[in-house]
């Protein structure tokens, strides 16, 4: 098999088991910040995270309540189109995948990277809105 579209199912399976057995209350996160996530190996088109862990960065949109939030993923390769936004985050251009807004658990978060920027975050929102029209 081909190595560029082999996904490792049967190790996500093992980090899914570990990420789920986290507790809720260890993690304290806000809208507009910047994590390292446990996404996960996906189906098709859905985004996968990286390395051992499944991680890959992403902006935190909306906080339900202390365990329940959502995300989009970020991808350091900046993308043009109506399902992304491309913005300036530690000297480098990234973009946020719109089309991928996902609801998540606190478990999944790792680690806090960073913020963005009040106008970015606000832009990126509008711009998930304008998705659902």
Do not use: A
Request: include cysteine.
């Amino acid at each position: 098999m081909n190595s560029i579209y082999f996904k490792d199912f049967d190790r996500w399976h093992i980090v899914k088991k570990e990420t789920d057995k986290k507790k809720d209350m260890e993690v304290f996160f806000h809208e507009r910040e910047i994590w390292w996530c446990t996404i996960g190996t996906n189906i098709g088109s859905e985004i996968d995270g990286k390395s051992k862990y499944f991680e890959r960065p992403v902006l935190i949109i909306k906080k339900f309540n202390k365990t329940t939030l959502w995300i989009v993923p970020i991808t350091s390769k900046p993308k043009i189109g109506k399902y992304y936004y491309t913005f300036n985050w530690n000297k480098r251009d990234q973009s946020v995948v719109l089309s991928q807004l996902k609801l998540i658990s606190v478990k999944r978060l790792g680690r806090r990277m960073g913020i963005v920027s009040e106008g970015n975050f606000l832009d990126i929102k509008s711009n998930i809105v304008g998705l659902l029209k």
